[in-house]
């Protein structure tokens, strides 16, 4: 099942993550692993309307109803000002609003606080995490990430990788433009400094799955640094024979423009940066800014990158029911 990048680099010294791919997980094999495994999918989604009815809709066809794979599917409705949380709905989600879930607590924002809000909400064995903003999604993205998670009881959890093309404003489709930030940013920070992480192809991918058990033991970068900070974290918790990568083709999504994806790269630099303080690996004379400054046609434009932090879900003592 297995496939080491190792006899895939020749005679390289080269390592990496056990990869695989989709389809080598049939969804028909996956039901005789799954027994009593509880699935989850959480759907992280802020103005998704366009996308999120016909991602929860593939996966209600086929992985709830034709084969029942899945046990739910939460979508995260992350302060959206358009009928995300409607499509969603009739889709077939169970719709949680991300400041509504663990209400006690100060609201913090961005992607990696709606995906601690959905792991929280959500109650699998198994949880998957795809993007609501895709546009090409299909069932065994769901099967191609559980299916090492099923059958392997050392992996702990599986990262996407795929032909990421990127579709300009002109809908001329560039294969294998996307991913811009993880090929400006992610990549060479890795690869500087997380060697062991240099065999994930695609580590700012949004479609992830892990066991419960190890994502509530890792804290969630807030903003878009959460996908940086989950794969550090868990490298140093579970350590890289424990992590998989499963190639699920490709991946079509909605392009931010390049002034967001600044401010990405400043969110995932100060996660980067953090982890290597963290880590004892850099002593700051004098902490970063948390601010950038940009220029567009309108002027320039100081805006905030900063990132926090939610805890490990499992350091949390939960207020018991005052029931
Ligand atoms: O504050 C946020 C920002 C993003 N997202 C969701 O996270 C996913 C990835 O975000 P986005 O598409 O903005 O990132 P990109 O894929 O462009 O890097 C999408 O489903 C977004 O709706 C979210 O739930 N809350
Ligand atoms: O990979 C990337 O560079 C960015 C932007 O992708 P594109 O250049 O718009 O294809 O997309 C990802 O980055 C975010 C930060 O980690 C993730 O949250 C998104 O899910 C992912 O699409």
């Known amino acids: 099942m297995d496939t080491d990048l190792r006899a895939l680099t020749g005679d390289q010294q080269w390592y990496g993550p056990h990869s695989s791919s989709a389809a080598e997980w049939p969804v028909d094999a996956l039901m005789l692993a799954k027994g009593k495994t509880k699935i989850s999918v959480v759907l992280p989604a802020r103005d998704e309307e366009s996308t999120v009815g016909d991602i929860v809709s593939v996966i209600r066809r086929d992985l709830v109803e034709r084969t029942p794979l899945v046990d739910e599917i939460v979508v995260v409705d992350s302060k959206s000002t358009d009928r995300t949380a409607e499509r969603a709905r009739a889709a077939g989600a169970r719709v949680v609003k991300q400041d509504e879930v663990l209400p006690h607590l100060p609201a913090l924002t961005g992607k990696g606080e709606a995906l601690w809000k959905g792991l929280a909400a959500s109650g699998g064995d198994l949880v998957v995490f795809v993007d609501a903003d895709l546009r090409n999604f299909a069932a065994h993205y769901v099967s191609g990430l559980v299916g090492p998670l099923l059958v392997n009881s050392g992996t702990h959890f599986v990262k996407a990788t795929y032909e990421r093309p990127f579709t300009g404003a002109d809908g001329v489709v560039h294969r294998g433009a996307g991913g811009r930030v993880t090929e400006l940013v992610a990549r060479p920070l890795l690869n500087l ?10 580590p700012l991918g949004g479609e992830y799955a892990g066991r419960r ?14 996908e940086f900070g989950l794969l550090v974290d868990l490298l140093q918790l579970i350590g890289l024979d424990a992590m998989a990568q499963v190639d699920l083709g490709q991946r079509t999504h909605t392009h931010q423009s390049m002034a967001a994806l600044g401010r990405m790269a400043g969110q995932i630099m100060l996660t980067a940066w953090s982890r290597l303080e963290r880590q004892g690996r850099v002593l700051a004379s004098e902490p970063p800014a948390h601010t950038l400054l940009q220029f567009g046609p309108e002027g320039a434009d100081l805006v905030n990158v900063a990132v926090a932090e939610r805890p490990p879900l499992a350091s949390l003592v939960l207020e018991e029911d005052p029931a």
């Open 193 to 202: 400094f997380w060697p062991e992480l240099a065999g994930f192809a695609q």
């Open 213 to 226: 058990e190890v994502l509530e033991r890792v804290p969630f970068v807030t903003e878009y640094g959460v």
